[in-house]
């Protein structure tokens, strides 16, 4: 199928798709693919369009406008763009990329945690795996081939897969976020801050934090809270221990301060809790 865009050169591909309800359900879906050649005359200019966009850029420049900032993607650069989301984008001379619209359950909200924690316009190491796929796509189709919606919505899978998997750098420093894990749990009982985190690692504050959430999924602070949490649990369920001596051990001056957080991170009391997962056989046992 042609595109019958302005700027875009004849050499050119696209292909659109119609999902069906159970894909829109369950599955990620494309809703557009393609590969363009373009000159300075294709642009495009919407306030809000519904699916996602992921585009590869394997030569030339592009121009996008978006969330506030005029950015440039050269050769080998990835753009992620929930398109809802006003946006502008225009080609110079030359320009080629590849691209998948997309969208389905949770799609949004997974771009919207790629993006927060890396921006939208992307340079990874794992740029080039993500051009692949989108140009495999594109000759797919281009071939006549046909898949199941299952088929379609594992090639978004990967997509997230590659835009989330760590950096080589990033993979450098997980030995160091694991000692900074093992520190957690052995210094639970006392204050922890970030910077005593971050000289465990020896890594500067700011890029033990960016590290350690990539690999987490928390900031070094929720990671501690979190595991605080879980250990009164295990207190609270395997043992008689009060609760005011269970908040000295993970770490809290008071019982009203573990109370206080407990609720608000668990939603029930401590109480109600060992209530509820202490069987009167841990409570001989004990």
Request: net charge neutral; charged share 20%.
């Amino acid at each position: 199928m042609k595109s019958v865009d302005p700027g875009i050169l004849p050499q050119s591909t696209c292909f659109s798709f119609t999902p069906p309800d159970a894909a829109k359900e369950l599955f990620f879906y494309p809703t557009w693919c393609g590969h363009y050649y373009c000159n300075r005359n294709y642009f495009m200019r919407r306030k809000s369009y519904p699916p996602l966009l992921v585009v590869f850029v394997r030569s030339g420049i592009f121009h996008i406008e978006y969330r506030g900032e005029q950015r440039q993607a050269h050769r080998g650069d990835v753009v992620l763009l929930d398109c809802v989301e006003p946006h502008f984008y225009q080609a110079e001379d030359g320009l080629e990329f590849v691209y998948m619209h997309f969208d389905g359950a949770n799609a949004h909200e997974i771009c919207r945690y790629i993006t927060k924690m890396q921006g939208w316009l992307i340079g990874r190491d794992t740029n080039m795996l993500i051009g692949k796929l989108l140009y495999d796509m594109v000759d797919f189709y281009e071939r006549g081939n046909l898949e199941t919606p299952f088929e379609s919505s594992m090639r978004i899978y990967r997509l997230f897969d590659l835009l989330l998997t760590p950096t080589t750098q990033e993979r450098a420093a997980s030995s160091p976020i694991d000692d900074a894990i093992q520190y957690i749990r052995s210094n639970m009982g006392k204050a922890i801050t970030l910077e005593e985190l971050a000289g465990v690692t020896n890594l500067s504050p700011s890029y033990f934090s960016h590290c350690f959430k990539r690999q987490t999924g928390f900031s070094p602070v929720e990671y501690v809270i979190n595991t605080r949490v879980e250990r009164t649990k295990i207190l609270l369920a395997r043992t008689t221990k009060t609760v005011s001596e269970i908040a000295y051990e993970v770490g809290y001056a008071s019982g009203g301060s573990l109370i206080n957080l407990f609720v608000k991170r668990v939603g029930i009391s401590p109480k109600q809790y060992r209530k509820e997962h202490q069987s009167p056989v841990d409570a001989q046992a004990i």
